[in-house]
């Protein structure tokens, strides 16, 4: 256990293009919010986590399943709204040296994640970490100018012998120090490291297909 005055910071949004009601759909018996509030707040290393929404309803769950909660104003609750701004209001609102933001969309994020996230960002000094999947399978092409940008086709090398890694987001969870985000006014900032995640547990939840895909695959696993 590493404490050291950390609070996770949920957004959950009420509204959704990609699906309606999307953080409040269900997931087993449980709505999607509920697995990042679980997994955060028996992550022993959290002090307090809060969920901010302009969902009334968003904010009952959160409250019923022991989070605290910000309430959030109309004009940070647009589809245009940045998490930066949301964090920022959130932020000005909680006491703590370091913050977590965490994605409600991530329903597969466990506690041993924030966990040893948590005491890798101590032990390693960092002044972020992102929680990111870790391959040197895949080849990237851009699509606009349909060219590889992380190989050359002339020279194809076998994946046993690819020594570059590469280092994708997987958006589960985000942690910093409060200081250098009201600073930077950026999540990502100064000395950046990162927590490997399984690629079967990165998948974010953003339209129907995605969240049919993530059921199957969570009753697949025992999850729910």
Known sequence: MCMNNFIAIIPAR??????????LKPIGSLPMVVYSITAALTCKSIDAVYVSS??????????????????????????TTSSEEVLEHAILQTKSKYCILIQPTSPTLETDDLEFGICKYIKEEYTTLFSAVVTNDMLIWDEESMYPMNYDPKNREMRQTRKRKLLIENGA???FSRKGFKRTGCRLHGKVGYYEMPYWRSFQVDTVKDLNGIRTLMTTKGII
């Open 173 to 175: 969870f985000y942690i």
């Open 14 to 23: 009420g509204g959704s293009k990609g699906i309606i009601g999307k953080n």
């Open 54 to 79: 302009d969902s009334d309803e968003i904010l009952d769950i959160a409250k019923l399943y022991g989070a605290e909660t910000i309430k959030r104003p109309d004009n940070l609750a647009r589809d």
